[in-house]
Nanobody, 125 residues
């Protein structure tokens, strides 16, 4: 049984930082592409970042480029998202997803098979 569990969310002031973690079990983590998505109240879920199985390729939404950094530790079956210079518009539920693809269409949700329950990030102004 595949389990995907996010952690690290919380309340932070604008300009602050948070690091999200996502631990995956029940599959060979090192062979899967991993993604971060977010959904703000009243908005559709959107792709934030994606990383290839080896970590060699990384993709970011334009809105977070230069502020967020995705990484992974395959020995620990864990995905990370370091979020710096946070803005109120980053407030959302953040989801971790396990997929088979990273590339031009990395932000397409149908490319991901397993999803976590999410962790809430709230940025106050």
């Amino acid at each position: 049984q595949v389990q995907v569990v996010e952690s690290g969310g919380g309340l932070v002031q604008a300009g602050g930082s948070l690091r999200l973690s996502c631990t995956v079990s029940g599959l060979t983590f090192s062979t899967y592409h991993m993604g971060w998505f977010r959904q703000a109240p009243g908005k559709e879920r959107e792709g934030v970042s994606c990383i290839s199985p080896s970590g060699a390729y990384k993709y970011y939404a334009d809105s977070v480029k230069g502020r967020f950094t995705v990484s992974r530790d395959n020995a620990k079956n864990t995905l990370y998202l370091q979020m710096n210079s946070l803005k109120p518009e980053d407030t959302a539920m953040y989801y971790c997803a396990v997929g088979y693809y990273s590339g031009q269409y990395w932000a397409t949700e149908s490319n991901y098979n397993y999803w976590g329950q999410g962790t809430q990030v709230t940025v106050s102004s």
